[in-house]
């Protein structure tokens, strides 16, 4: 019954999919969960006010101070305004699906810290389906381009597919790049190779800024067992797994302090990394969550 099921995920029509999903996680659920290694447990990743001050000791005991960010929640809502997500209904039903207010603060968020301007080339790492490029280039005038693994390889237009960490662009091609939400579903050893190719393809002064920056006291991925791909992943053997019915996504990663300074902060080449927390990101809606995030400056 398990291989029938896996057949019909493959058929052709959306909904038939998201019904067969639904009956994939109520019937086998267990199955999946059973068949990964441990260390797991059924829970999410714990969050809070606590954790993250024990995240802010944590790194400044290795030498990282965070710099504060208090969102100015007026030029927030002109922002809102002025991007008009109500054009772009397939992207969080354009205003009124869930974690609208989420997405669009983190947009605010890398645009403010990046100060995108008319002189800029800016690349939209993991991109998907966002209509960031194209608002960004709207509301500052940059030279925008989208980049994901999902769309057609090399240069296409304003396209860029492939690998985000080798991508097919010269050195110093971009002056600003961003990552909204996405680091933290770069499989194996991808966060590492992107660190590095950042450092490539930014010029002199050029900025990445990464956000949210998922961390825990704890070495972690985020997964769901029923979205594995056939023939599981191959899961550091060091990490956690926080396995969670219904989340459907198979991979993110939560780093602890010590292994985003050895993963990431150990591979910055030419780059120079800024931690800012944010402290008001609650008056903005209570759904909003980003706390943590990197901007990246190459020198």
């Excluded at 067969?20 to 969050?47: G, Q, T």
């Excluded at 010590?258 to 902060?265: C, D, E, K, M, N």
């Amino acid at each position: 019954m398990i291989q029938h099921f896996k057949r019909v995920l493959n058929h052709p029509d959306k909904a038939y999919n998201f019904a067969a999903r639904k009956v994939k996680e109520a019937l086998f659920w267990n199955h999946y969960y059973n068949a990964i290694r441990e260390p797991k447990v059924r829970s999410a990743i714990p969050d809070g006010p606590e954790l993250h001050n024990e995240i802010l000791k944590e790194f400044k005991k290795s030498g990282i101070e965070a710099v504060d960010f208090e969102i100015d929640i007026s030029d927030y809502r002109q922002y809102i305004d002025k991007a008009q997500y109500h054009k772009f209904p397939a992207y969080y039903g354009g205003g009124k699906a869930k974690n609208f207010f989420e997405k669009t603060l983190e947009h605010y968020l890398a645009a403010k810290l990046l100060n995108l301007s008319k002189e800029d080339i800016y690349i939209d790492i993991a991109s998907n389906n966002s209509p960031m490029p194209e608002i960004y280039q709207k509301l500052y005038g940059c030279n925008a381009y989208k980049q994901d693994l999902i769309l057609p390889k090399g240069i296409n237009g304003r396209e860029i597919g492939g690998d985000a960490g080798n991508m097919p662009v010269k050195d110093g091609f971009a002056t600003k790049m961003a990552l909204h939400d996405a680091l933290q579903c770069f499989e194996n050893n991808s966060d590492i190779g992107f660190i590095k190719e950042a450092s490539r393809v930014l010029r002199k002064g050029g900025k990445l800024c990464i956000l949210p920056l998922y961390l825990f006291t704890r070495y972690a991925v985020q997964t769901d067992p029923a979205a594995m791909p056939k023939g599981g992943i191959d899961f550091e053997s060091n990490v956690m797994l926080y396995c969670i019915k219904g989340f459907g996504c198979r991979f993110n990663r939560i780093y602890d302090v010590p292994h985003f300074i050895a993963r990431i902060i150990n591979n910055l080449n030419t780059l120079k990394f800024t931690l800012y927390v944010v402290r008001n990101e609650k008056e903005v809606d209570p759904s909003c969550y980003v706390k943590l995030i990197g901007l990246f400056e190459k020198e």
